[in-house]
């Protein structure tokens, strides 16, 4: 069965510096699909990212952007020029194919300090 | 933008009653979805429902579960006999994806409904 680890249960960085959430996953697959979730306190589920493991590319939106390692099985999260509204749980997502679905690491809890 | 809504937000049940979870997912997805977050825990899958039937549920997803689309626009979970650990965030999920459509839709959340249960 597919597995997701993020290892750390909790981050805090300075506003306008940069982090990295780490995220490994075990699959035997060639072909998925792997997302970042943001949860802020209000809990709700919000898509921050996604990469194809087709895709050599690493995906960005905006301030976030992915380091995808397919070898590795590694998928880390890097956020630049953290804000306030960034503080929130993150969880990083895998799923075998469309329509799959998804299986959800621990997640971390980031923190931003003003 | 499209949204998928939950309802209620909030629901307090005595252990061993019924209740029916709610949720409406975009109107042009295909495939639906519950999931459940336990206070301080991670997201757990419970099933995914394509084409009128269940495609896949999970260990958790037992005989005391059920999900059905009672009509076009809404997508049911319900629990038959409550227990104390059914206590969690219920989140419903839509997504437009095609089994080998490799355009990697996401899965769409709604705002979760609170189950707390007495």
């Known amino acids: 069965a597919q597995t997701v680890t993020q290892s750390q249960p909790e981050m805090s960085v300075q506003e306008a510096e940069t982090v990295t959430l780490s995220c490994t996953y075990d699959t035997s697959e060639s072909d998925y699909y792997l997302f970042w979730y943001k949860q802020p306190p209000s809990r709700q589920m919000i898509l921050v990212i996604r990469q194809e493991a087709y895709k050599q590319q690493n995906a960005t939106e905006n301030r976030f952007s992915v380091n995808f390692q397919k070898a590795a099985k590694s998928f880390s999260l890097k956020i630049s020029d953290s804000q306030l509204g960034d503080a929130a749980m993150y969880f990083c997502?895998?799923?075998?194919?469309?329509?799959?679905?998804?299986?959800f690491g621990q997640g971390t809890r980031l923190t931003i300090n003003p | 933008e499209p949204e998928v809504t939950q309802t209620p937000s909030h629901q307090v049940t005595q252990m061993g009653q019924e209740v029916i979870l709610r949720c409406v997912p975009i109107?042009?997805?295909?495939?639906f979805y519950w999931y459940r977050q336990i206070l301080g825990q991670k997201v757990e899958f419970l099933v995914s429902?394509?084409?009128?039937?269940?495609?896949?549920k999970s260990e958790i997803f037992d005989d005391q579960f059920s999900v059905e689309r009672p009509d076009g626009s809404n997508f049911t979970l319900k629990i038959r006999s409550t227990k104390l650990e059914d206590s969690a965030m219920y989140f419903c999920a839509s997504s437009e994806d095609e089994e080998g459509d490799r355009s990697n839709q996401p899965q769409h959340f709604g705002d979760g409904t609170r189950l707390s249960i007495l």
């Open positions: 429902f394509y084409n009128n039937e269940i495609s896949e």
């Open positions: 997502a895998y799923r075998r194919s469309p329509a799959q679905k998804l299986v």
């Open positions: 109107s042009n997805h295909l495939y």
